[in-house]
């Protein structure tokens, strides 16, 4: 597949009446600050009937003027502490092409090939790319690349519906709630849990763990598709020992089975550990909850952990239940403790995050990205109604 770069241009927020100003500026939380310091990149592929560029442009002019986020940059307070400057200084857009029909292009396989189908992400100070590739058949590939300090996936879910509001020409609902500083340590602080090694961790600790072709030659892609038939199996069964509790969730019940199945598949020693790193969503954990429309990184994680020779040993049952009680430890207790963590402790004992895209979640550990909710919205990003595909792209580039 051979994709045509037609043009490449900055695309700024047009806004009705009287342009706000771009001196202004939002303070990173620690949420934002913990997060991974990279872009992400998603694909979306859609059939015909699809709009001409010029109306996803004029979209995703109106888009930005209600998330000003995005068209802004990074950069540091007089304090050297990091922010985002909402200078408007706009998003990249690219128009490109290729000659076939997407069907003979077709299932997309995750491979270098992908990162044509989105700008690169090296070098970049644009916070949102976008890039419309189109097929022959009439086809049209969106792909999407943002900068994760702005906002994890709930958020800039919430932009690509509000995105795809905008192409429709209908008003923007629900806006989001922009405030940052909402975060406030307690007086006095309380460090309830542990945050040293799980979000946190020394200078002096942290190494470079590059992604080499050694690597990535070791790496196998397996894409899996799951029955509902066999998901319900799995839930009662993950659920058969919990006492007549409510049953655990189909995500904890498949990663359950999934963590025992690659675990066992790797042949790993008894008495090594295995954890699995899983996303955890704050909005509605928090006392009082936090809106689900506030725009920015609100995601800890939690670290269910085992023995293999105990993962493997126990039934399905044994690995749900550490991890729905690992989930269910990052609390409200949990994301306020590390409220105050960041603000009194990791500064004062010089660390940094652990979350890092330098180093690769490998053997003997997993991680472990839910989409169940948050990206189901994703089919009405451009059109409602499109016949659509999503691509999460993580290959390194």
């Not at 169940?372 to 409602?384: A, N």
Request: charged letters at 20%.
């Amino acid at each position: 597949m051979k994709v045509r770069k037609e043009s490449s241009r900055i695309v700024k927020p047009s806004y009705d009446g009287t342009p706000p100003p771009t001196t202004n500026y939002i303070p990173l939380s620690v949420f934002d600050k913990v997060t991974y310091n990279t872009h992400i990149a998603v694909i979306y592929a859609y059939r015909p009937p699809t709009p001409p560029n010029v109306t996803v442009e004029l979209g995703l002019q109106k888009a930005l003027s209600v998330y000003r986020e995005w068209a802004g940059r990074l950069r540091e307070d007089v304090n050297g502490d990091p922010v985002i400057l909402l200078n408007d200084e706009g998003v990249r857009f690219v128009e490109a092409s290729v000659d076939s029909t997407l069907d003979q292009a077709m299932p997309f396989k995750p491979s270098a090939s992908l990162l044509s189908l989105h700008p690169s992400l090296k070098g970049v100070v644009e916070l949102v790319q976008v890039q419309l590739t189109r097929f022959t058949c009439g086809s049209l590939v969106v792909g999407f690349t943002a900068h994760h300090h702005v906002a994890d996936g709930h958020s800039t879910s919430n932009f690509l519906v509000a995105w795809g509001q905008a192409c429709r020409g209908l008003d923007i609902n629900p806006l989001p709630f922009h405030d940052r500083t909402i975060f406030s340590p307690r007086d006095p602080p309380r460090f309830e849990f542990e945050h040293r090694g799980i979000e946190y961790t020394g200078k002096n600790l942290k190494k470079d763990y590059p992604l080499g072709d050694n690597i990535m030659e070791d790496i196998v892609v397996h894409k899996v598709h799951f029955t509902l038939e066999f998901l319900g199996k799995l839930k009662a069964k993950a659920s058969s020992m919990n006492g007549g509790n409510k049953p655990y969730s189909t995500f904890e019940s498949l990663v359950a089975h999934l963590w025992r199945a690659i675990t066992k598949a790797r042949a790993l020693g008894g008495y090594e550990t295995t954890h699995v790193r899983i996303s955890v969503n704050g909005r509605m954990r928090l006392n009082p909850r936090v809106p689900p429309e506030y725009f920015g990184n609100l995601v800890l994680w939690a670290f269910p952990t085992a023995k293999v020779k105990d993962l493997l040993r126990e039934p399905l049952p044994y690995a749900a239940k550490l991890i729905h009680d690992a989930v269910t430890k990052v609390n409200n207790n949990y994301f306020k403790s590390f409220i105050d963590f960041a603000n009194h402790k990791a500064e004062e004992e010089d660390m940094v995050p652990t979350a890092d895209m330098n180093k690769s979640v490998l053997c003997p550990n997993l991680e472990v990205d839910s989409w169940l909710r948050g990206h189901d919205v994703s089919s009405t990003i451009l059109h409602r109604g499109w016949k659509h595909r999503c691509f999460h792209s993580s290959i390194p580039g």
